[in-house]
């Protein structure tokens, strides 16, 4: 049964108009939840695609130690900074005003670190 005609009118559906429209009712209701299944997966691939053009990846190095410089309130913060991603990491290092002062804080002295440990964060120590 083709229930167009109540599309144009305000005629009540026959029982089999009812049951024509329900199940279309359904078949558009599965369309929809699919189509937006899609929809939020082209959203998170449309956003990693915008994250990729972003300015600031294009930031020299110099430039973005250069912030560093100012946005450091403490010496702890530049380790900080150094672990947000391998961009960042090199900035830090070859920003060496970032390094000139380096506090070590009585608890850090209290702990017995692992060598290999201060080795991966750049100490070199006598053995």
Known sequence: MDPTRLFASNSPPDPGEVVT???????????I?????????MKVELKR????LSAFRRIPQEILGEIFLY??????QVVRFGL????WRKATLSTHQLWTTIAISKWLLTFDLDPRYLGYL??????
């Open 49 to 52: 695609h915008q994250n990729a």
């Open 71 to 76: 946005a450091c309130p403490s010496e702890g």
């Open 33 to 41: 939840s699919q189509m937006e299944a899609q929809l939020q997966v």
């Open 122 to 127: 750049g100490w070199n120590l006598p053995a």
């Open 84 to 87: 947000v991603c391998r961009m």
């Open 21 to 31: 429209l329900n199940n279309r009712i359904e078949d558009l209701t599965s369309s």
